[in-house]
């Protein structure tokens, strides 16, 4: 089955850091975006396929009205068939996720949140650009455990500007006393055109040293070993069954298709994008092409980007997978590369393959860029 991404290009304010496609101050072309979205999916060529995850993701999806999220999910479940089990996720930011609101997300059928929450540091969400309170993380994860939600995600990051070790570590100490089963938990990465950009490489703000944003690492890590999470994948922990299967699918080289401004899909043989202008986007999707770009992927490519996404994950390559997909042993496209990394410590062999390890997760972009030919 493949998953379905529903990507929602509005905030209510851009943060400092953020390059994602997603726009602050034009809450007006909701409606319009809305009906744009479900014209596309009700005129998608692969309508009727199978369908077990679905993703609401942004920008700010929670800035939606609920009639505006019910009538995108009716169109999917008219055009696709939907896993009557399928993981159904909606990304929110504190400041979006009401009691009442969270209760009707919870009837409409979404199943699954994640929680845009970044710290609980004022200082810190203040230097991020994010308009919540800390008071209100904590208020929408515990508000939306009162609406019926089991299935609770957060974000959360480290490596900021005047962020200590100590900060880090007490962010983490809240974040874990609530009742959440998955967490992304990300380092800092500058990208050029951001406003934190401008303000790091101008000198106005300075990073923590890579020596205390290491030790943040391994803070993360230690803490959810503690409260009994899995470290599945680079940035993700969750507890037993709860990863994210939405996400998994990219990371597994399992197809998805996305609709909306800037969205993404991949059906196993071509990557395509759709165009980043929503004005253009509302008057074409469903009428005309709103793609951008569409790439098709050769071999070599395809077993380059199936090696470094698997390696995200810790389960690693899994040698009768590659096999299996491309009709050659692992081992003989890409076996020099591995001896060369086992042998630096940053790979490690396990039965049927290969995965990073401790040292390879803290290099993982070098690791990932030794499966480049």
């Keep these: ?27 007006s072309y909701i409606p319009a975006y809305t009906e744009a979205l479900c014209r596309e999916i009700s005129t998608s060529p692969r309508e009727g396929l199978a369908v077990d995850t679905i993703y609401f993701g942004g920008g700010t999806p929670s800035l939606l009205k609920i009639p505006q999220i019910a009538s995108i999910l009716q169109a999917v479940t008219q055009h696709f068939a939907v896993d009557s089990h ?26 699954r949140l994640s929680i845009g929450v970044q710290s609980f540091q004022p200082q810190l ?15 929408a994860v515990e508000n939306a455990a009162w609406a019926g ?3 609770l995600s957060a974000d959360l990051m480290y490596g900021l500007p005047g962020q200590t070790v100590q900060m880090a570590a007490d962010d ?9 089963c998955h967490a992304s938990v990300y380092s800092l990465i500058l990208e050029p055109g951001t406003c934190l950009y401008h303000d790091v490489t101008t000198g106005m703000v300075s990073l923590p040293p890579d020596d205390q944003v290491e030790e943040m690492a391994s803070v ?31 990371w597994t080289y399992v197809p998805y298709l996305g609709f909306g401004v800037s969205a993404h899909s991949f059906d196993g043989h071509v990557r395509s994008a759709h165009i980043s202008n929503i004005p253009q986007y509302i008057r074409n999707a469903g009428r005309q092409s709103v793609l951008a770009e569409s790439v098709v992927i050769d071999v070599n490519r395809a077993q380059e980007d199936y090696c470094f996404l698997a390696l995200r994950m810790r389960d690693g390559i899994a040698y009768d997978d590659f096999a299996r997909r491309f009709g050659v042993p692992m081992e003989s496209v890409f076996g020099k590369v591995v001896d060369k990394l086992v042998r630096q410590g940053l790979l490690e062999r396990k039965e049927g393959g290969c995965r990073l390890t401790s040292l390879g997760l803290a290099y993982g972009n070098y690791v990932f860029s030794q499966f480049i030919r």
């Design 1 to 27: 089955m493949i998953g379905l991404y529903i990507h929602i290009p509005f905030c209510r304010h851009k943060c400092r850091y953020c390059d994602f496609p997603s726009y602050g101050g034009v809450e």
């Design 86 to 111: 399928a993981e159904i996720t909606l990304e929110g930011n504190p400041d979006s996720l009401g009691r009442e609101y969270l209760k009707s997300l919870h009837e409409l059928g979404i199943n």
């Design 172 to 180: 983490l100490s809240q974040l874990l006393r609530l009742p959440l």
């Design 149 to 151: 939600f089991d299935n």
């Design 220 to 250: 993360v890590h230690q803490a959810f070993k503690r409260y009994g999470f899995d470290h599945y994948e680079i940035s993700s922990y969750a507890r037993p069954g709860r990863r994210s299967r939405h996400n998994v699918k990219y």
């Design 125 to 139: 969400l203040r230097s991020l650009g994010r308009i919540h309170s800390s008071r209100q993380a904590v208020e």
